[in-house]
Nanobody, 117 residues
Framework: QVQLVESGGGLVQAGGSLRLSCVVS????????MGWYRQAPGKQRELVAG???????DYASFVKGRFTISRDNAKNTVYLQMNSLKPEDTAVYYC???????????WGQGTQVTVSS
């Protein structure tokens, strides 16, 4: 059974930091495309940061310079370090794992991030 379990969300003041974690089990971790997405109330889910199997990163313009995505293959975990948080970063954050060659596309259950002004 494939599981993606996010953690690390919470309430933080503007300017603060949080680190989200996503532990993946049930599939081979290395070689996948990893991503963090978010969805605010009344808005569509959007890509925040992506990490290719080769280590290339990609960030949405609204988080560039503030957020960092990384992975630890030994721990089957992908991280999202979020610094200089803003109230508009408030959303549910989701982890995603993909490997198109194997038709894999899995999502976590989400973790709430709330940034107060």
């Amino acid at each position: 059974q494939v599981q993606l379990v996010e953690s690390g969300g919470g309430l933080v003041q503007a300017g603060g930091s949080l680190r989200l974690s996503c532990v993946v089990s049930g599939i081979i971790f290395s070689g996948n495309v990893m991503g963090w997405y978010r969805q605010a109330p009344g808005k569509q889910r959007e890509l925040v940061a992506g990490l290719s199997s080769g280590g290339r990163t990609d960030y949405a313009s609204f988080v560039k310079g503030r957020f960092t995505i990384s992975r630890d293959n030994a721990k089957n975990t992908v991280y999202l370090q979020m610094n200089s948080l803003k109230p508009e970063d408030t959303a549910v954050y989701y982890c995603r794992v993909r490997r198109t060659s194997l038709n894999w596309d899995y999502w976590g259950q989400g973790t709430q991030v709330t940034v107060s002004s």
